[in-house]
């Protein structure tokens, strides 16, 4: 419930402040174990990734947030689960896995940390991972405009999202190159929309 509350608010300030666009929401399985995977610039690209989706998005958030007892009232009545920031915790791999394996949409940011001003960097191999421990494919998520949000020079500006076509993983996951491989292939995959959407604004 309040997920769906949250989801209805963000949904509104999205559309009538930001006019947010949303492209290739048929892209995303209606149903079945599914990775979003997408750029990250602020804080506000994990609820404007999902808002606009048919199904829940489940995400890692730090540890930290999980002190506060309201707060994790709200993130885990929202789909969400810990993550030890800076270490490989094993924990949010296993729940992350568990919640492929239920079926679920789990969102991904591959770089791993904030890119305040959309500088490209490397991906991390953890997607490529855990698409290939849940059987998973991964779909490919571009967002634009979230770095000006109350920036200046931008305030609110509009806020896109194109999701890209499925991604398989295909190699053994012990091939830690092929991992690597394919998480700069979905990275990839993802500037190569932002670069095609602004092209064509």
Not at 73 to 101: N, T
């Amino acid at each position: 419930m309040i997920y769906g509350i949250l989801k209805m608010m963000f949904a509104l300030i999205f559309k009538i402040f930001f006019r947010a666009q949303i492209k290739g929401k048929e892209n995303l399985p209606k149903e079945g174990a599914v990775i979003l995977a997408a750029n990250h610039m602020s804080n506000w690209d994990p609820p404007l990734l999902a808002t606009f989706l048919p199904r829940p998005v489940s995400y890692m958030a730090k540890q930290e947030l999980f002190v506060n007892a309201v707060l994790r009232f709200i993130l885990v009545r929202c789909h969400s689960f810990p993550v030890k920031r800076g270490a490989a915790d094993r924990g949010a791999i296993k729940a992350a896995v568990a919640e492929l394996k239920n079926g679920s949409c789990l969102g991904l940011f591959p770089q791993g940390t904030r890119s305040r001003h959309g500088e490209k960097r490397k991906a991390e191999p953890g997607v490529a991972l855990l698409a290939s421990m849940g059987k998973a494919p991964v779909v490919p998520a571009a967002i634009i405009g979230t770095d000006k949000v109350f920036a200046k020079g931008g305030f609110f500006p509009q806020l896109r999202v194109i999701y890209g076509k499925p991604l398989h993983f295909q190699a053994e996951r012990q091939d830690k190159q092929a991992l690597q491989d394919f998480a700069q292939k979905i990275m990839d995959e993802i500037y190569r929309m932002i670069e095609k959407e602004k092209a064509s604004a």
